[in-house]
């Protein structure tokens, strides 16, 4: 419980003063939720406005609603507070963080198209293995350590992602990892938090479908180093974006101090990644001119890169270089991010990972061409309701990159399968089109042949598959297995 007045520090006041101050319960966007001395949130969606839902708010027992400037209130509620805002979800999310106040001491934030989940999850866990307190928030759930708490966004709702940094502190943890996807920074859902360390691991395409343009999504990406990291803060950069010359200057302006990662000789934490015939990486990491040789059996270049971004942000929080180094030669890659499920008589792999837009696919297969002694075979679909100019791209790549490609569906949500089907199969000449996706997978497994490695990729860690409005249990790992357990 806090008095009104006192979730409104840091916020610009429109309003004309008031002397009701009432004590406030409880905050939301969603009317349904409201209860006594509650805030609402009238925001406005692709899909509702909230407004329509302030009557319904008021008579649940809402004592303050966020609405627009210049919205005109048609009721007549004298113990009510209309209090107007020029940014309804920035102020939404500035007054949760108010109202839930506490939160670990060292926030993280990560961004990327790619790559924030992995960097997330190796920072928590060497974290964790050397002693401190952590979690991580984002795609897989609340990770931290010992359990994982799914949620549904991979950037919290404010509301959830407040109460949720309240609880951590409250439990003790010290650092905290968070995944910023574009959607949360656009939607202003971290503006009540600031970041002591902030990172971008990757970029490329994603999310157009709501972005419209891609300056615009990388503008979104921004937004974490140039108003959400606390001046004076550090940025991370992979050296190898072809933006970073934009994220360095939005960090400049910030006056954070500024870490490249790359395998650029002129990055900061530089890294070169060596084969060896048993399929462990040696990593020779130079920083600070001092050398250093990690090994590790971590599948992808990519992930090599995740790895060492995470690297990176252990140190910057305190820890020595040296036991986060030998920390990480354990370190195993997160679930569904290549991640090895299976295989039939050891004599082929089966690989899961989350590769949904057309950089993380091509990066996938191209990270598995070395361990393939006779075919790279494919398996993955596209999402409805998703960015459809992304759907032949995918399908050029798969036909480039893949030896045998298994065309399938994914999470056709509203849309006509077939159709997201036929998009991939226009740039992908010779594939097999096998709509249920558990019938590819088998198929595509009684295929395999000595030598051979199978990407199932798309959905990663996922248990469901969205079709129209019903979410349906599914999980690539376990059909896998299942399959396999029935071929010995």
């Known amino acids: 419980m806090a008095k009104f007045s006192e979730l409104c520090q840091s916020i610009l006041v429109l309003n004309k003063h008031n002397s009701f101050d009432p004590f406030i319960n409880g905050i939301t966007s969603d009317s349904r939720k409201v209860k006594k001395n509650y805030i609402f ?96 928030i984002g795609t897989l759930g609340v990770d931290i350590g010992s359990n994982i708490i799914k949620t549904n966004l ?31 920074l656009s939607q202003h859902r971290l503006d009540g938090i600031k970041f002591s360390i902030s990172a971008i691991t990757s970029l490329g395409r994603d999310h157009l479908d709501y972005h419209i343009s891609y300056s615009q999504y990388v503008n979104a990406k921004l937004k974490l180093f140039s108003e959400l990291t606390i001046e004076g803060g550090v940025a991370i950069i992979n050296s190898g974006i072809k933006e970073f010359s934009l994220f360095k200057g939005a960090a400049n302006s910030k006056n954070l101090k500024v870490i490249t990662v ?3 000789n002129n990055s900061d934490w530089n890294f070169k990644i060596n ?25 992808g270049d990519f ?7 995470s690297i990176a942000i252990a140190v910057e929080s305190g820890l020595e270089r040296n036991k986060v180094e030998k920390i ?40 598995l061409r070395p361990y393939v002694r006779n075919r790279l075979i494919l ?17 050029k790549i798969a036909h480039i990159n893949a030896d045998k490609v298994f065309v399938t569906d994914d999470n056709p949500r509203n849309e006509n399968p077939s159709l997201i089907r036929s998009e991939i199969i226009s740039k992908c000449p010779g594939c097999a089109e096998i709509p249920d996706r558990k019938e590819a997978i088998y198929k595509a497994i009684k295929e395999l042949k000595r030598g051979d490695v199978l990407l199932i ?32």
């Open 154 to 184: 991979t950037t919290p709702d404010p509301v959830v992602l407040s109460k949720t940094l309240r609880n951590l502190e409250n439990d003790s943890v010290k650092n905290t990892i968070i995944e910023v996807s574009s959607h949360g």
């Open 379 to 395: 398996v993955f679909g596209c999402g409805g309701d998703r960015d459809k100019g992304k759907r032949s791209l995918m399908g």
């Open 303 to 309: 992930q090599i890169s995740n790895l060492v971004m």
């Open 457 to 488: 990729a798309g959905k990663g860690h996922e248990t469901t598959q969205v079709v129209k409005e019903n979410s349906i249990y599914f999980n690539d790992k376990e059909v896998v297995q299942k399959i396999i357990k029935m071929s010995i």
């Open 41 to 136: 949130a009238a925001i406005k969606g692709s899909n509702q406005n909230g407004t329509d839902f302030i009557v319904d708010a008021v008579k649940r027992g809402a004592k303050v609603v966020l609405v627009e400037k210049g919205y005109k209130n048609p009721f007549k509620v004298s113990d009510c507070i209309f209090f107007q805002s020029k940014n309804v979800r920035k102020t939404y999310a500035i007054m949760a963080d108010n109202y839930y106040k506490k939160k670990p001491a060292l926030m993280v934030g990560v961004t990327g198209t790619n790559g924030k989940t992995s960097t997330a999850w190796f920072t928590n866990r060497i974290w964790t293995l050397l002693g401190e307190k952590s979690a991580s």
């Open 275 to 299: 084969n060896s015939d048993n399929n462990i990486k040696n990593i020779e990491l130079l920083y600070k001119d001092k050398k250093s040789l990690l090994k590790t059996d971590i599948v």
């Open 262 to 264: 790359g395998s650029k």
């Open 328 to 367: 990480c030669c354990s370190l195993k890659a997160p679930p569904g991010r290549l991640e090895r499920v299976g295989a039939i008589n050891k004599s082929n792999t089966i690989f899961v990972d989350y590769a949904h837009t057309p950089d993380a696919l091509e990066s996938a297969l191209i990270a």
